[in-house]
């Protein structure tokens, strides 16, 4: 019966393993309204399905603790990447951050 029955939940199966085993990097992105249109230009220009991005404003008050100490530099943009359970420190330019992202192939 397996794959007869229900094919598309193998794929299902398939993508939840792929993501067990190489986790998608995490981008969190803290900056203005105006700041993101352009940061999202830049990352959004190449396909990237292992990589997933969070914009967060810097009015909007964050409560959860692992992003607490990502908080908004004062009119700068600031941009973590975090794998597995580290975050490298912030960037603060799209090119700086694809650059970084580029070079651990994220």
């Avoid at 100490?69 to 603060?92: F, G, I, N, R």
């Amino acid at each position: 019966q397996g794959i007869m029955h229900a094919p598309y939940a193998h794929a299902a199966m398939l993508a939840a393993v792929e993501e067990q085993l190489t986790p998608p990097a995490l981008v969190i992105i803290r900056c203005s309204d105006d700041q993101r249109s352009e940061w999202r230009q830049e990352l959004e220009a190449e396909y990237a399905p292992a990589r997933l991005v969070f914009y967060i404003g810097n009015d909007v008050e964050v409560r959860h603790t692992a992003l607490r100490d990502k908080a908004p530099a004062a009119e700068q943009a600031q941009a973590y990447v975090c794998t597995s359970l580290a975050c490298l420190p912030p960037m603060t330019s799209p090119d700086k951050l694809l650059e970084n992202i580029n070079q651990k192939s994220v």
